[in-house]
């Protein structure tokens, strides 16, 4: 959906069958596959109806990352589930938590990192680590304790899981954030130790951090949705 003037003046959320769906001045939003957008729970439903209201000239699909993830699991996800299952496990393969510098970051890493990998041990997912360039092999039976644990994750949150991993760099901190072991700004403190410490030693890119910002949306998008399920 490209960025274009808003159109409507009312934003609201009604039930749909048994779901809820979001409408402007009464009509139901559509999917860009053309389904009516619509979540299950009626409080899913008007954190996307904020998204919408929030908008104020311009529509600007990047600030609506809700409304993107649920877009996903109704358009994407019946069929595309397998493949993004093996996009998460194979982020596991090569997840940034295994991955250490030297010195300082290494010292960072190890303080932030190790905590979510123990953790992530105590659920078959055993990964080893490194400070060399070379990729580490991963055990075989963790990543396929990552696929197990991942295949239970309904259409949304598969969705949600899909749009976090590859922005943190991590499938360990997608997992932790779902299962409620991590806060979001803890995952997003974990994911930016290097670059942080690099910042902080030959100042911001400015260009970089604009990007970082745009990423984080959708983190933090991706966080409210897996949150919401935790919860709920």
């Known amino acids: ?19 809820f769906a979001v409408t402007l001045d009464g009509k139901t939003i559509k999917t860009p ?12 439903a008007k954190c996307i109806a904020d998204e919408w209201d929030s908008q104020v000239e311009t529509i600007s ?3 609506m990352p809700i409304t993107r993830i649920l877009s996903i699991a109704l358009d994407r996800v019946l069929h595309d589930r397998p493949a993004l299952i093996d996009d998460i496990v194979n982020y596991a393969g090569s997840d940034l938590l295994c991955y250490r510098a030297e010195g300082e970051v290494g010292a960072l890493q190890f303080k932030h990192h190790q905590p979510v ?12 680590t490194t400070e060399a360039v070379m990729p580490v092999a991963q055990p075989q039976s963790s990543l396929d304790a990552v696929r197990a644990m991942v295949s239970k994750a309904d259409d949304i949150e598969l969705a949600a899981l899909a749009m976090a991993t590859p922005l943190l760099g991590s499938a360990v901190l997608a997992l932790a ?3 409620g072991t991590l806060k979001i700004d803890q995952a997003i403190v974990c994911a930016r130790i290097d670059e942080e410490f690099q910042a902080a030693k030959w100042g ?6 604009a990007q970082w910002m745009k990423r984080e949306v959708d983190i933090r998008g991706s966080a409210t ?4 399920f935790l919860d709920s």
């Open 1 to 19: 959906m490209k960025n274009k003037k808003r159109f409507y003046k009312a934003v609201s959320v009604a039930p749909e069958g048994s779901e």
């Open 33 to 44: 596959a053309g389904l009516v957008l619509k979540a299950p729970h009626e409080v899913l």
């Open 61 to 63: 699909p990047d600030s």
């Open 117 to 128: 990998l123990d953790w992530a041990a105590t659920q078959g997912i055993v990964l080893h």
């Open 177 to 179: 954030l779902w299962k």
């Open 204 to 209: 911001q890119d400015t260009e970089a951090k």
């Open 225 to 228: 949705v897996l949150a919401f």
